[in-house]
């Protein structure tokens, strides 16, 4: 396998390993035995992954608590650690959204489970239609200011909320945004890359993309059925959405191209993202070791201009036309 390699959060010092390690839907989750969370944590940071991905609402708080006893052993100075604040974390009427009230007790709480002084970055989980984003961009400045965040990010916001929050922190000399995690795949590209990218670009942010397989479609494990094991069968909105038009048929087509190249479809959909303009880092979801391995094959796989009209040929963006 390829040694890692790294990438700065847009325009700032601080470089994320281009593959990283997220916890939704895994950690705390589908799996709750610290044995076997620390033993995948640890497995990817031998190979050469600094950044890990958690949101508070990852299983309620689980994803922070195993995560965390995982992180522990490892040198703080050596990772990136990231989690996230908006969605609800009780029927409190407060416990929720982007308020200052919210942002500031949801970080003392992922600390506090994460077990660290700090998150490298905090993201807003989306955004927040009932606060002010003025409102917003001061807790976030405050905190960068205590040393409880090095850097705040946005998650599944459009590129107009992104330039929006950005002309606020420029106009108070605040900290705006340094990094948005949008959804991206190859069968999601029309958001990030007609609005989300540019924005960002704008302003000197990176991004780091999460559901890089599309839940697992891109795979081939869904070619012919839903194995009961796996998060599809789990969730059923996410299986819904995903199931609608040919996307299947795409991806069944995409094993000729993956073969072509020698690699499988995991590896090329990895490979093809972590290609792409703008991009800081594609986050992973592994449950096994087996499966960390496979998708650490990506960095061996080189999207050439050829496989790359391929696929954009099978995946075409269609945003605008």
Not at 21 to 30: E, I, K, Y
């Amino acid at each position: 396998m390829s040694d890692m390699s790294y990438r700065p959060l847009g325009r700032c010092g601080t470089k994320v390993s281009t593959l990283s390690l997220g916890g939704w839907t895994t950690f705390g989750g589908s799996i709750t035995s610290e044995k076997t969370t620390r033993e995948i944590l640890h497995a990817a940071f031998d190979a050469g992954v600094n950044f890990f991905d958690i949101a508070d609402v990852y299983a309620l708080g689980a994803a922070e608590t195993i995560m965390g006893k995982a992180l522990a052993s490892l040198p703080r100075h050596h990772l990136v650690i990231s989690s996230k604040c908006f969605w609800p974390m009780s029927q409190d009427v407060n416990d929720r959204g982007l308020s200052r009230k919210h942002i500031m007790e949801s970080v003392e709480r992922s600390l506090t489970r994460i077990g660290t002084d700090y998150l490298d970055i905090l993201f807003c989980h989306r955004y927040d239609e009932e606060t002010p984003l003025e409102e917003t961009v001061r807790a976030m400045e405050d905190l960068v200011r205590q040393g409880k965040l090095l850097y705040w990010g946005t998650s599944e916001w459009t590129g107009a909320q992104i330039r929006e929050a950005h002309a606020i922190a420029d106009k108070r000399g605040a900290y705006g945004p340094q990094v948005e995690q949008p959804q991206y795949s190859l069968l999601a590209r029309d958001k990030v890359e007609s609005d989300v990218q540019p924005a960002a670009a704008d302003h000197g942010m990176g991004l780091v993309v999460w559901s890089p397989l599309a839940s697992g479609l891109l795979t081939g494990k869904y070619d012919d059925a839903v194995p009961e094991d796996t998060r599809l069968a789990r969730i059923d909105w996410l299986r819904e959405s995903l199931f609608e038009g040919d996307g299947r048929d795409k991806v069944r087509a995409m094993k000729q191209i993956a073969d072509d190249v020698g690699c499988s479809r995991t590896q090329l959909a990895l490979a093809w993202a972590a290609a792409q303009p703008g991009i800081s880092s594609v986050i992973l979801g592994a449950t096994t070791l087996e499966q960390l391995r496979e998708n650490l094959g990506a960095l061996d796989v080189e999207i050439t201009d050829e496989v790359r009209s391929a696929l954009d040929a099978l995946f075409p963006m269609t945003a605008g036309t």
